[in-house]
């Protein structure tokens, strides 16, 4: 069974610093897809940045990137420039390939929760 | 376009009692997919629902279930409420089921169990 491992339950990073998110995981399958969701206080969970895992770029979202090492299993998430804004939980989440009209479920991370100091 | 809608937003129920939530995709979305959200256990995959049939499910006990209407609109229910049933509900539509499609996430549905 494929599983999802965030490390950190907190991080803080002071506004217009960088701050890094690590999240591991582990699988058997060659082609999934990983994602990082963003969670404010609101609830709603928002996509932030996905990678395709036959994609050896790493994708990059405005002001959010993630270093994907397919070999180590891990997919952290670089946030450049922090906002206020950008203070939620993150989750990391896996999603294999699927077919038959079944588009996979989502397997989260715990989370890690992000704090932006002003 | 209207995002995917959760109702009802709160909910208190008692143990014993049974509960159903629903949700409605964003229009065009036929894939919707349900999550339990708690401190403990954080997100976990309920069931997976796309052209009215489940597709796939999660390691939840019989007493959840969930269906589908023609206009993709989905339900989940749970009976025999227990207080571990307490959490978020998250609701997430996408275009059509498959892995390359992005879901789309509700706001959620707060459960109280008493």
């Known amino acids: 069974a494929q599983t999802v491992t965030q490390s950190q339950p907190e991080m803080s990073v002071q506004e217009a610093e960088t701050v890094t998110l690590s999240c591991t995981y582990d699988?058997?399958?060659?082609?999934?897809?990983l994602f990082w969701y963003k969670q404010p206080p609101s609830r709603q969970m928002i996509l932030v940045i996905r990678q395709e895992a036959y994609k050896q770029q790493n994708a990059t979202e405005n002001r959010f990137s993630v270093n994907f090492q397919k070999a180590a299993k891990s997919f952290s998430l670089k946030i450049s420039d922090s906002q206020l804004g950008d203070a939620a939980m993150y989750f990391c989440?896996?999603?294999?390939?699927?077919?038959?009209?079944?588009?996979?479920?989502?397997?989260f991370g715990k989370g890690t929760k992000l704090s932006v100091k002003p | 376009k209207a995002g995917v809608t959760q109702t009802p937003r709160y909910l208190i129920k008692t143990r014993g009692q049974q509960v159903t939530l629903s949700c409605s995709p964003i229009?065009?979305?036929?894939?919707v997919s349900w999550y339990q959200q708690t401190p403990g256990q954080g997100l976990q995959f309920l069931f997976e629902y796309f052209s009215e049939t489940q597709r796939n499910k999660g390691n939840f006990p019989g007493r959840f279930s969930g269906r589908q209407f023609s206009n993709s609109r989905s339900e989940m229910n749970v009976s025999t409420l227990e207080l571990g049933d307490s959490a978020l509900y998250l609701c997430?539509?996408?275009?059509?089921?498959?892995?390359?499609?992005?879901?789309?996430f509700g706001p959620g549905t707060r459960l109280t169990v008493l």
């Open positions: 229009s065009g979305h036929r894939s």
């Open positions: 997430a539509s996408s275009l059509i089921g498959q892995s390359h499609n992005e879901q789309f």
């Open positions: 989440a896996y999603r294999g390939m699927n077919y038959g009209g079944s588009q996979g479920n989502l397997i």
């Open positions: 699988t058997s399958e060659s082609d999934y897809y």
